[in-house]
Antibody, heavy 120, light 109 residues
């Protein structure tokens, strides 16, 4: 059974960089065939997709967030990461990582989510 | 960009009721439409993929139908554990594009 687990600081200061990691267990990122994505959800709102990374390191970013986002992968640690730069209070949200089959953005496994608050 | 209009935004139904949610796309999306359940404080859970395919392990009271621009998600007999917000999600490529519906909050009457 594949499991994803987000980790990182729950509090980030304005203008700093938010950094989160998603550790995958029960399967290997390097086996290929899947895209590894990041989402966020503001309180009471819908889901916002940042983009995804493939095990090779190739990425796709949502154009609406691309300027501040970096997604990377470390296959040796079986995890992938999100960096969001120059954060403001508007970036306060629950952040999720998820898996989809390459070429079919059907998200079959999700992390439990991590609340990140941006505040001084 | 393709817009997904999901309705209703909320509904209240009795246990055992049949519940129907619709999702309309602004243009033909074939069957590239998934449905997710999100219980309060939890991550989304895939229920239906490609419009009508039931994800493994999901109870058969959940179903989906439709193609093109009009899609329907049905709970045949509402159970207490079905209290959640349900989202439709369109996908397409290239380039990758994801669009979620606005969500439907399902409550017990």
């Amino acid at each position: 059974q594949v499991q994803l687990q987000e980790s990182g600081p729950g509090l980030v200061k304005p203008s700093q960089t938010l950094s989160l990691t998603c550790t995958v267990s029960g399967g290997s990122i390097s086996s290929g065939g899947y895209h590894w994505s990041w989402f966020r959800q503001h309180a009471g709102m819908g889901l916002e997709w940042f983009g995804y990374i493939y095990y090779s390191g190739s990425t796709y970013y949502n154009p609406s967030l691309k300027s501040r986002v970096t997604i990377s992968v470390d296959t040796s640690k079986n995890h992938f990461s999100l960096k969001l730069s120059s954060v403001t209070a508007a970036d306060t949200a629950v952040y999720y990582c998820a898996r989809s089959v390459s070429g079919h953005d059907i998200f079959d496994y999700w992390g439990q989510g991590i609340l990140v608050t941006v505040s001084s | 960009d393709i817009q997904m209009t999901q309705s209703p935004s909320s509904l209240s139904a009795s246990l055992g009721d049949r519940v129907t949610i619709t999702c309309q796309a602004s243009q033909n999306i074939r069957k590239n439409l998934n449905w997710y359940q999100q219980r309060p404080g939890k991550a989304p859970k895939l229920l239906i993929y490609d419009a009508s395919n039931l994800e493994a392990g999901v109870p058969s009271r959940f179903s989906g139908s439709g193609s093109g621009t009009d899609f329907t998600f049905t709970i045949s007999s509402l159970q207490p554990e079905d209290i959640a917000t349900y989202y439709c999600q369109h996908y397409d490529s290239p380039p990758p594009r994801l669009t979620f519906g606005g969500g439907t909050k399902v409550e017990i009457k």
